[in-house]
């Protein structure tokens, strides 16, 4: 019954691999979002999605595609990944009232 | 300049204090003002949700607006070791959906 589930929790991946991480969220909202986390905590939005319509997309390398088949559900694809790109990454949904935000628990990436 | 900004900690008390937690704004455009709590190793969860000033109260956190300042806190009485966490302040405006996010504040709850 979880509301916004990813998948993996934790990935541990060399440089140069492709690799895609899964979100689903159960609560009938509008709207996900997919976050970047740096170490020091800092959430920085990279795409927002609307009922499968891409609403934002912030400046990050073309490497990354989000690909949204539904409205529930939101996935990130990364293409040859660099070190730069370890951090955790979170889903996100809103609903259509335009409330709080609904998080995932978060994917750990590592590249090494 | 920064569009929030909130600083970073971390903020060590004893149990028992009281918490008061920042941020500043610069766009005056901005209405909506949350609070979210991080716990280690898990997603933000929205703790308080503010429109427009005032205080607004739950259980033993108050969350303040003063739109003539710029500034948003965050109050937690009777402080809890199970209260340590990370704490970031997110605002937008009527307009935008999309939520502009402090850095987050750690703080720790010592027993």
């Known amino acids: 019954d979880t509301a916004v589930s990813q998948t993996p929790k934790y990935l541990v991946t060399q440089m140069g691999n492709d690799k895609s991480i899964k979100c689903e969220q159960n609560l009938g909202h509008d709207t996900m979002y997919w976050y970047k986390q740096d170490s020091k905590k800092f959430l920085k939005i990279m795409f927002s999605?609307?009922?499968?319509?891409?609403?934002i997309n912030e400046t990050v390398p073309n490497r990354f595609s989000p690909k949204s088949p539904d409205k529930a559900h939101l996935n990130l694809h990364i293409n040859s990944l660099e070190l730069g790109d370890s951090a955790v990454y979170f889903c996100?949904?809103?609903?259509?009232?335009?409330?709080?935000?609904?998080f995932g628990s978060g994917t750990r990436l590592t590249v090494v | 300049q920064k569009e929030v900004e909130q600083d970073p900690g971390p903020l060590s008390v004893p149990e028992g204090a009281i918490v008061s937690l920042n941020c500043t704004y610069s766009n005056s455009a901005f209405q909506y003002f949350m609070w979210y709590r991080q716990y280690s190793r898990k997603g933000p969860e929205l703790l308080m949700y503010t429109y427009s000033s005032g205080n607004k109260e739950d259980g033993r956190f108050t969350a303040q607006v003063d739109k003539s300042s710029k500034y948003i806190s965050l109050f937690i009485r009777d402080s809890q070791p199970s209260d340590s966490a990370t704490y970031l302040c997110?605002?937008?405006?009527?307009?935008?959906?999309?939520?502009?996010w402090g850095a987050g504040t750690k703080l720790i709850i010592k027993p």
């Open positions: 997110a605002i937008r405006s009527d307009s935008n959906y999309q939520l502009i």
């Open positions: 996100a949904s809103r609903g259509r009232a335009g409330g709080g935000y609904t």
């Open positions: 999605y609307n009922n499968k319509e891409l609403i």
